[in-house]
């Protein structure tokens, strides 16, 4: 494993995709083990892509983790998905990784099927504003995005906590490349997502970005200009921010 700190972003980069997932997993386990020393409770936000997929194994299988004593969010989801892909929505990717597995206290889900996801917003802003988050866990997309903040709509002083977006193509293809989708017409264009300034609130943020598709990603957000160019950058300027990487998304850094 090397280690490095870019700004205030510190990087770690594994030999392949499955010690990423472990050394993220051991991570956040003692995050939350410590936290639940301090506190009665705590808030956790997730992200839904098959790149949380390894660190979502690692994190399920330690048995001393007080489940019941965490409120679990997702951070983003899509707006009219066709029931023919409903198991492309990250509410059900996330039951069937995590959420439906182990004891969480409360599981609180954005619901992309609201006919007005304005007061989805508000609603899911209020449950957040009721719950500061403690922990997210993060990914980057193939354009850089963070939640579903495209750089065409990311702003890193937003003042709403959850919004609706339109996705770019970019995204969207991410979507069908990831195997969610057959093709890029039955990605939704719409969905609903924290914002940057909310997903940075959270005390801690481990962000977990394998795979070769998200190099050139992930080179930006550690050296390009820290800007909506690229959301992820914004990590760069958090506190208690760590990026993990395998072989394959650190290859151009």
Not at 35 to 55: C, R, T
């Amino acid at each position: 494993m090397k280690e490095f700190i870019k700004d205030k972003l510190k990087v770690k980069v594994m030999d392949n995709r499955t010690e990423m997932g472990e050394v993220a997993a051991k991570d956040i386990h003692d995050c939350i083990v410590g936290l639940l020393g301090e506190k009665e409770e705590i808030n956790m936000i997730f992200a839904a892509a098959p790149s949380q997929n390894d660190v979502i194994e690692s994190l399920i299988s330690y048995d001393d983790i007080d489940w019941n004593r965490i409120n679990a969010f997702h951070m983003d989801e899509y707006i009219g998905l066709d029931e023919e892909y409903s198991s492309a929505g990250f509410g059900k990717f996330l039951y069937d990784r995590i959420f439906g597995k182990v004891p969480f206290k409360s599981v609180n889900y954005l619901d992309g099927k609201n006919p007005d996801s304005n007061k989805e917003c508000e609603r899911y802003s209020q449950l957040l504003k009721n719950n500061p988050t403690d922990i997210v866990v993060m990914g980057i997309g193939e354009n850089g995005h963070i939640a579903f903040n495209d750089p065409w709509v990311a702003d890193f002083n937003d003042e709403k906590m959850v919004k609706t977006v339109l996705l770019d193509d970019v995204c969207r293809q991410q979507q069908v490349n990831d195997g969610c989708f057959p093709h890029i017409d039955n990605v939704p264009k719409e969905a609903i997502t924290l914002t940057c300034p909310t997903l940075m609130k959270a005390t801690y943020k481990f962000c977990i970005v394998p795979a070769p598709t998200k190099a050139n990603a992930v080179k930006n957000t550690i050296n390009g200009e820290i800007n909506e160019d690229c959301p992820a950058t914004i990590l760069r300027v958090s506190d208690n921010a760590i990026l993990y990487l395998d072989d394959k998304s650190s290859e151009l850094i």
